[in-house]
């Protein structure tokens, strides 16, 4: 396969409301090519996304695809569209999440070139380091490939500002929907509190907390106190106490707010290699031994029943 461009094309995230983060991120990231960068937003009835996307800086065009079969983007259908136009890049990127983490594999196997995934730093002559063993090792990995697939670490690059030029908005059409799968249902927690890829103050709490019912009284209070969004470790999460929406880790959500507080968190390589990039990690306790401890700036060993509830009384709240 021979690519016709030298291009970078970023798939766009979105939730129908607004673009994910992780797509200014991911813009930023495309400038260490130093060549033009489109955007090709999906989805059905999104001209805001569309003119969103097009405000980012160093953003060249934007491809908006508009379909009913976009209204819930499957990922086969996705992948069909990016491999019929990959062709005219020599790059295709996306910020590493399980929106891109399901398209991209696909689309890599259709144009028959290499996927390399959760970048963290990329360097010249298409070579990327990226981490492995949850983040304990890292390795550097070249590809010869023409077209480069990859996705990135959101919070290993900085986020691209907004524009007051526009770029360009190309409407295209999708293609023929596959009949292999199909879109039946979905459900979305709603919340007050910032979301918790993007929030810049997380508590996640662990199994420590002992049920659903404690995970909210003890952690709820401190987080509306604060403006914090609520996280979670894999623990928790198949234990019941919180939706798998708010898991942070490896097969999570990777975050790197300004403030981090783990709460009954053990620290598991897999749930830190999703917060390991915050500015200032607070943990608490009751075993000094923890491992949490080994990440965090400040630690405070104590029975979480009676420190946060004693915390949260303290703090002021937000205006």
């Known amino acids: 396969m021979s690519t016709t461009a030298n291009k970078t094309l970023i798939l766009a995230e979105h939730d129908g409301r607004s673009l994910s983060e992780g797509v200014y991120h991911a813009v930023a990231a495309a400038a260490f090519w130093n060549q033009p960068v489109e955007l090709l937003v999906l989805g059905h009835d999104a001209n805001s996304i569309a003119q969103a996307a097009a405000t980012i800086q160093g953003v060249s065009r934007v491809i908006y695809s508009d379909s009913t079969a976009f209204a819930h ?26 929106f891109s983490r399901n398209i991209l594999p696909r689309a890599a196997a259709l144009l028959d070139v290499a996927m390399i995934s959760d970048v963290l730093e990329i360097q010249a002559n298409q ?26 670490h ?46 810049k103050v997380v508590i996640s709490g662990g199994r420590s907390l002992g049920s659903a019912e404690h995970f909210e009284q003890i952690l709820a209070p401190l987080a509306s106190k604060l403006g914090a969004a609520l996280g979670a470790t894999r ?46 990690v607070v943990a608490i306790n009751q075993d000094p031994d923890a491992p949490i401890f080994q990440v965090a700036d400040y630690g405070l060993v104590g029975d979480l029943f ?14």
């Open 235 to 280: 623990a928790a999460v198949d234990a019941g106490f919180a939706p798998n929406d708010i898991q942070v880790g490896q097969t999570g959500v990777t975050v790197a707010p300004e403030l981090y507080i783990a709460v009954g968190v053990s620290g598991a390589v897999q749930h830190t290699y999703g917060m390991k990039d915050s500015k200032v």
């Open 127 to 152: 070579t990327y380091v990226r981490a492995v063993y949850a983040g304990n090792i890292y390795t550097t990995v070249q590809s010869s490939d023409t077209l480069q697939i990859l996705t990135i």
């Open 73 to 98: 983007t499957l990922a086969e259908d996705a992948a069909k569209l990016i491999s019929q136009l990959g062709r005219d890049y020599s790059v295709i990127l996306a910020a590493h999440s399980a």
């Open 154 to 199: 959101s919070s290993r690059f900085p986020q691209a500002a907004r524009t007051q030029a526009p770029a360009e908005i190309d409407t295209i059409a999708a293609l023929p929907a596959t009949p292999a799968s199909r879109w039946v249902s979905e459900f979305r927690s709603q919340s007050e509190r910032p979301p918790l890829s993007s929030a």
């Open 306 to 319: 009676e420190v946060v509830p004693s915390l949260t009384a303290s703090i002021q709240s937000q205006p």
